[in-house]
């Protein structure tokens, strides 16, 4: 910036306050319109070369500002100074909620706010072009900068404390109606002060280390409690992408399991077709000749076809490698039964059955088969057949299901964030 | 540029009026406010001392609106219930009129209009909107001010004005308008909002610590 070639820089000067005669420094220079004591805290007229008192401080409790005033630091690229220090506080079904606003001051820039509720924290800047969707507050949603913003609140907030100085007037007990929108981290926010004046701002919020860190605080902010209007999810965007990954994990998947499918040989290895008849023999057993089973380790599938009617049996298998005597069981109940009632014709259960084992390394193997079935039933005719590298789908459905679990949780987890933070709106 | 000298008929010093669209000055050395007319200078008022204010703007300031540059060559400061703003006229390149609003550093630059319908002030409610070029501007402020003080040259004689007010608004592009109603006939004025990187000014005041 080129010097000022007509008038000398600004200077600092300070107010002498008229009730208890403590001299208060103004950092605001011209701006500043009221200043309050930093001995009393009674309010005055910086405007008036007189100094006069607009305000008398009452309140026994004195608020203390976690930044102090004449902070000054970098907030968002723009050197500021703290300059103004208020607690406003909004009351919902008799509960008083407080918030305590930073005044930020720049001598080149328009003021802004630093704000904190519960240990979070917003810089706001007033709005030069008004949102879409009104340009006085109601609670439909707002757009601003190609951003839509969700109503959030609107309450009648009052100034319960004030400090430092302001480039306008300032009472405790100053009355004006906020709508807050948000749309994280950002948050749209409307202020009518009675017929006169509407003034849009907008807030971004800032993690506490943040300004910690920007300001250079000694010492660690308070911890944020609860969660804030326009706090960002933490699995903002995280939920999107394990979403997308997922996503491609299962295409992933599919694709593995068309080509499994169209590559599975479905060789017949055995077939052999047995009698079991329960009267000779409740229980029976039989051993097949051994068969080849050939290729890497695939998945077998035994296949029984019976000739049941209204009738049951138990088969059990016990596939077993002739040379290492590895075996693999699997036991089926096959039952079919049909019949007529009230006309109706019924089935229930099936004459055939079949049955996978899944990675069966190749070798040569016989089947050992048990059969079972009640005393009084009539013999059973039923065919065995051994397929060798068969399609199986269960890998895959067990795999989709992995696959999708993180990112439901993921999910879960930012709904129950979204329910908390919007619990404190007025649509909670 | 048509500089015209005269001099100050209260005390004697050298005026100049820089524009030639200048109507009114203030004489540097006795605060004069001295107003042009055909044939001479003739003194119209005193101004006092100005309020002590902190606009980074001052007389002779440079910058650039739009493609335009332009160089601050008077002012008109307000005072109202919340503090104080100035009107600085600006003169742009190839010598059109303008105003530079600063409102505790917000800035805004509009132009007098003309031909345009303009609402009266009962009907300038807030949240109101008016339809002007094409462009939906809505009430979102109405102040009652009262002149302040002036400094410079201005297009107009404008020195004894008591209250005023003044209705502004804006748009969803970033559209300014403000409606002076001091006057019979309101006058319209129609810009922008600016901020303080756009206008790239130069010879700005400084500040003690910045």
């Known amino acids: ?428 | 540029m048509t500089s015209r000298a005269a001099n100050c008929p209260n005390c004697g010093a050298p005026l100049v009026y820089r524009w030639s669209s200048s109507v009114q000055t203030v004489c540097e050395y006795c605060r004069s406010i001295v107003v042009r007319t055909d044939v001479d200078v003739k003194k119209v008022g005193q101004v006092g001392d100005l309020p002590y204010d902190a606009s980074p703007i001052q007389l002779s300031t440079e910058g650039r609106y739009g493609d335009k540059g332009f160089v601050v060559a008077g002012r008109i400061l307000y005072q109202y219930e919340q503090g104080t703003w100035n009107e600085w006229r600006i003169v742009l390149d190839g010598g059109a009129d303008g105003w530079l609003s600063d409102a505790q550093n917000a800035f805004a630059v509009s132009f007098l209009t003309s031909g345009l319908k303009i609402p009266t002030l009962s009907q300038a409610a807030l949240g109101r909107s008016f339809v002007w070029n094409g462009t939906s501007f809505t009430v979102v402020s109405r102040t009652l001010a009262h002149y302040a003080g002036v400094e410079g040259e201005l297009p107009f004689e404008y020195w004894d004005k008591t209250d005023v007010t003044f209705v502004d608004l804006r748009s969803e592009g970033a559209d300014f308008a403000t409606i002076d109603y001091s006057d019979e006939a309101p006058a319209l004025y129609i810009g922008k909002a600016v901020d303080f990187d756009t206008l790239r000014l130069r010879n700005v005041r400084t500040f003690e610590g910045w």
């Open chain 1, 1 to 428: 910036m080129v010097e000022a070639q007509g008038r000398p820089p600004v200077s600092v000067r300070s107010v002498n306050c008229p009730n208890c005669g403590a001299a208060t420094a103004v950092r605001t220079f011209g701006h500043a319109v009221n200043v309050v004591c930093q001995s009393c805290r009674s309010i005055l007229d910086a405007t008036n070369p007189g100094v006069t008192i607009l305000q008398r401080y009452t309140d026994a409790v004195r608020e203390e500002p976690l930044i102090p005033l004449g902070t000054r630091g970098k907030l968002l690229d723009i050197e500021c100074e703290v300059v103004g220090f208020q607690v406003r506080q909004i009351v919902v079904d008799d509960v008083a909620y407080q918030w305590r606003e930073y005044l930020l001051f720049n001598p080149y820039r328009e003021f802004r706010y630093l704000t904190e509720y519960a240990g979070h924290w917003n810089v706001v800047s007033t709005l030069d072009a008004l949102p879409e969707g009104g340009p006085t507050p109601d609670s439909s949603a707002r757009s601003y900068g190609g951003q839509r913003y969700r109503h959030f609140q609107t309450a009648e907030a009052t100034t319960t404390f004030v400090l430092g100085e302001f480039p306008w007037q300032i009472r405790v007990g100053d009355m004006t109606t906020g709508s807050d929108y948000v749309a994280p981290p950002l948050m749209l926010s409307a202020e009518v002060d009675a017929d006169k004046e509407v003034t849009w701002s907008l807030g971004r919020y800032l993690r506490a280390d943040e300004i910690w860190t920007s300001l250079s605080l000694p010492g660690k902010p308070p911890r944020p409690v609860g969660v804030f209007a326009n706090q960002p999810s933490p699995s903002q965007g995280a939920t999107r992408a394990m979403w997308r990954n997922a996503a491609l994990l299962v295409v992933l998947a599919t694709v593995l399991w068309i080509a499994h499918l169209a590559s599975a040989r479905g060789k017949e290895a055995f077939a052999q077709t047995y009698v079991f008849d329960p009267k000779t023999a409740q229980e029976a057993s039989l051993v097949t000749p051994v068969f080849e089973l050939d290729g890497r380790p695939t998945a077998v599938q035994i296949e029984t076809a019976t000739s049941l009617d209204n009738q049951w049996m138990f088969v059990g298998y016990a596939l077993v490698n002739d040379e290492t005597g590895q075996a693999f069981e699997v036991a089926r109940d096959v039952s079919y039964y049909h019949g007529v009632e009230d006309g109706e014709s019924w089935t229930e259960g099936a004459a055939t059955d079949a049955v996978a084992l899944p990675s069966v390394p190749a070798g040569r193997y016989f089947l050992r088969i048990e059969t079972e079935g009640e005393r009084t039933a009539s013999p059973v005719r039923y065919r065995v057949r051994v397929v060798r590298d068969v399609p199986t789908s269960l890998w895959f459905i067990v795999a989709v299901v992995l696959i999708v679990i993180p990112p439901i949780l993921a999910s879960r987890r930012a709904l129950l964030f979204e329910r908390r933070r919007w619990q404190e709106s007025d649509h909670g």
